[in-house]
Each structure stands twice: as structure tokens, then as C-alpha cells.
């Protein structure tokens, strides 16, 4: 048995994959009854958790706590770490009754959020938080907004302007409800729009397929959301002592953005389930591994290639052009980008370091804040890749 953390920050998501990783077996997740703390990074932290104990937990039995003022099945519903955890797991029980299986009443509730995603132009909502679910062991991962359905799984992503009209629709509510900033132009729409698509199809194309590319994940389950950010002056401190990475970018953007003391920014998470970059890479190029012991280096190697090729999407109707546009994109937005996977745990800051055609990929170790090439820090493995930018808006005036 093992507890899943209150507070969803990235330190202890990161604490609790240490716990998850050094057991032989975990059978049992206990989820606590509300969750708090949604700083930087923290819920995609959170969803990346629990999709590394979907992976390494035989039994996966969810244990959910009791509550006298919460309605913990609705909770399932309205917390996207927690709907990752309902739609793996095999067994759901109150904690104390673990004979009675609650899958029946969770699978109706998750049915009914799902249809309700599906026909909302920002998916679902709860404060200044929008997301989108996939459940893409079944039927439901297809969402009428993203896809065209076909038979079986073969349905196939929408057009671009579709996936950046649904991204543009996501930032403006979350940035409505959190209040005080203004909308992005037209220009940084039209930038966030591309990477966000770009993101989109790189998570479809290689986020949900197993071993063979023939072969869809099960369970497996992907996420994208966004939250508007107003960070007060205390708050600043606080990420400053918190998360130091960010230090460097908070003080670079603050000219620009600051407004009686407070900075706004619109926060987008998109989280899969599958291989990660250095596990998809080795499925589909078995030789590149041969009889040898990958080192981290080698993995940061093979996450390089995967941001310095061009080309993304074999989709002869919607192709992508590689993730190289993302970071063309974020500098343009004067983004921040924090990117976990395998092993790994690196870093960008786009106004300090903007991304340059035909760069070899610069990206810094989340730990010590050098530079990849120089020092990397071996992190617990995790199962897919999370993805996490920081885009500052204007506030009004």
C-alpha cells in the first residue's frame, strides 16, 4: 500500500515515485480524500505519477479514503491525476472495504465527463483549470474535438486549426476565471496554436502505442489541460524558494509583464502514458541498444534527436513539422518549458536561452540547473513523457 501525496508539487511527485520505485511490489494506491498545492508542474507531476504505477503495480487496486463532506467518487471526476487513476485500475474500493468494488459507480461518473468534455469547446472545468482525458484503451479516447472516428482505433487527428481553435478556447476560460489578464493577440494565438498542435500529434503518434506501433496501450491514458496563473509578490518568493529554476525566468520577464506587483501567465500540461522519448526510440530502432548498457547520457542523446528532427506526424492530411517549431514558437511567446521523462528532467527557459535554427537542442538539468551536455541528475524512471510550459499573458491595465 502506498499514499498518494495531498499537495501536487513537483518535489513530491518526486518523492513519491522514489517510494514507488524502490518498492518490489505495490499492489495498492491510496488517494487522499482533496488535493491541494497545484503549484508550476505539479498536477502534470501528479498524472505522471500515477501513470508510473499504472505501469509497475501488478494488482493496481485503488483505495479511496472516506469522507464525511466529500463526495470522493465525484473527486475521481474532477481531478485529472485522480481520473487517471480510476480509468487504470482493476479494483476500486473504499478504504475498509476492500471487497466492494466501486468501478460501476466511478465508470458512469467518468462516462458522464467524458460525454460532457466532448461536447465543450474547453473540455472540462473547475476554476481556472480546463482539461481533456483520453482514455485510449477504449473507446473514449477518441474525443469528437480532436478526432475524426473511424473503426476500431484508427481514428484519425482533426486539422490543424481545429486543434488551435480548441487550445485558444482552453487559455481564454482559464484566463477568464482567474481574472485580470488580457487574452493573447492574434500573432501569439497563431504561435500557440502551432506547438500546441505539434504537441498534440507528437502524444498521438507516439504516446499511445506499445512495443509495436500496431499496438495501443493498455491502459493507457493521456491528458492535456491549462490553468491561469496571478502570482503576487509572495507567491514569486515562494517559486523562487521553491522552484529555483524559475527564478532566473520570473526575473526576466518581469519588465515586461509586471503590473502592480503581480504576474499572470497561463500554464499548459499535455501527459501520456506511453514509452517516453528514449523507450520509443529503442522500440522502434531495437539495434541502437544492442547488448550494451544505456547510460543517461545515451538517453539524453536520443531525447536531443527526438527535438532536433523535423518531421512529427506521418499523417498524410495533417502533418507536423517537428518539434524544432515548439521551441521556435516558445521563444517567440517568451515561454518556459519543463519536460520529464525516462529518467530525465530538464529544462528551458526561452528568454534566457531562445532556441536558434539549427541549434543542437539546449536544454538544463531540472536538479542542478547546468546545462544536459554537462550534468545530468538520474531521476526515478517514469512511465511517458510529461510536458509542461509557462506562457506569460499581459495584464490589464
Request: hydrophobic share 35%; net charge neutral; glycine share 8%.
Amino acid at each position: 500500500m502506498l499514499d498518494f501525496p495531498k499537495t501536487v508539487t513537483i518535489e513530491d511527485c518526486e518523492k513519491f515515485l522514489t517510494k514507488l520505485v524502490d518498492l518490489d511490489n505495490v499492489t495498492s494506491l491510496v488517494l487522499p480524500v482533496d488535493t491541494s498545492s497545484y503549484a508550476f508542474g505539479g498536477l502534470a507531476s501528479a498524472i505522471q505519477a500515477v501513470n508510473t504505477w499504472v505501469r509497475l503495480g501488478e494488482g493496481r487496486v485503488l483505495e479511496l479514503r472516506t469522507s464525511i463532506s466529500k463526495d470522493v467518487i465525484g473527486e475521481l471526476a474532477n481531478k485529472p491525476h485522480k481520473f487517471v487513476a480510476a480509468m487504470s485500475a482493476k479494483m476500486i474500493a473504499l478504504s475498509g472495504s476492500p471487497a466492494n468494488d466501486l468501478r460501476p459507480q466511478v465508470n458512469l461518473a467518468a462516462k458522464n465527463a467524458i460525454e460532457q468534455q466532448a461536447v465543450s469547446p474547453f473540455g472540462q472545468q473547475r476554476g481556472g483549470l480546463c482539461w481533456f482525458s483520453f482514455v485510449d484503451h477504449s473507446s473514449k479516447g477518441f474525443d469528437q474535438n480532436f478526432y475524426i472516428q473511424t473503426s476500431g482505433f484508427k481514428a484519425e487527428p482533426r486539422q490543424s486549426a481545429q486543434i488551435k481553435a480548441i487550445i485558444t478556447e482552453m487559455v481564454k476560460k482559464s484566463l477568464a476565471v482567474t481574472g485580470g489578464a488580457k487574452l493573447l493577440t492574434n500573432e501569439s494565438q497563431d504561435s500557440l496554436g502551432r506547438l500546441f498542435n505539434e504537441l498534440f500529434l507528437n502524444t498521438h503518434e507516439h504516446g499511445t502505442r506499445g512495443q509495436s506501433r500496431s499496438e495501443w496501450l493498455k491502459p493507457g491514458v493521456r491528458t492535456i489541460y491549462t490553468q491561469g496563473i496571478r502570482l503576487t509578490e509572495d507567491g514569486v518568493q515562494g517559486i523562487v524558494r521553491g522552484q529555483p529554476r524559475l527564478s532566473a525566468y520570473l526575473q526576466s520577464i518581469t519588465q515586461q509583464y509586471d503590473t502592480e506587483g503581480q504576474r499572470r501567465f497561463v500554464e499548459i500540461g499535455i501527459v501520456d502514458s506511453g514509452l517516453g522519448y528514449c523507450g520509443r526510440w529503442l522500440a522502434d530502432n531495437p539495434d541502437e541498444k544492442a547488448d550494451r548498457i544505456f547510460s543517461l547520457a545515451d538517453e539524453f542523446s536520443v531525447f536531443k534527436r527526438c527535438f532536433t528532427l523535423r518531421e512529427t506526424s506521418t499523417y498524410k492530411d495533417n502533418k507536423g513539422n517537428g518539434l524544432p517549431v515548439v521551441m521556435d514558437r516558445l521563444t517567440q511567446l517568451h515561454g518556459f518549458m519543463r519536460i520529464r521523462s525516462g529518467r530525465l528532467s530538464l529544462y528551458r527557459d526561452f528568454v534566457e536561452s531562445p532556441y536558434k535554427q539549427g541549434e543542437t537542442c539546449e536544454f538544463s538539468d531540472w536538479t542542478t540547473g547546468q546545462f544536459g551536455d554537462e550534468l545530468l541528475t538520474p531521476m526515478s524512471k517514469v512511465a511517458g513523457v510529461a510536458i509542461t510550459l509557462l506562457i506569460p499573458v499581459e495584464a490589464k491595465q
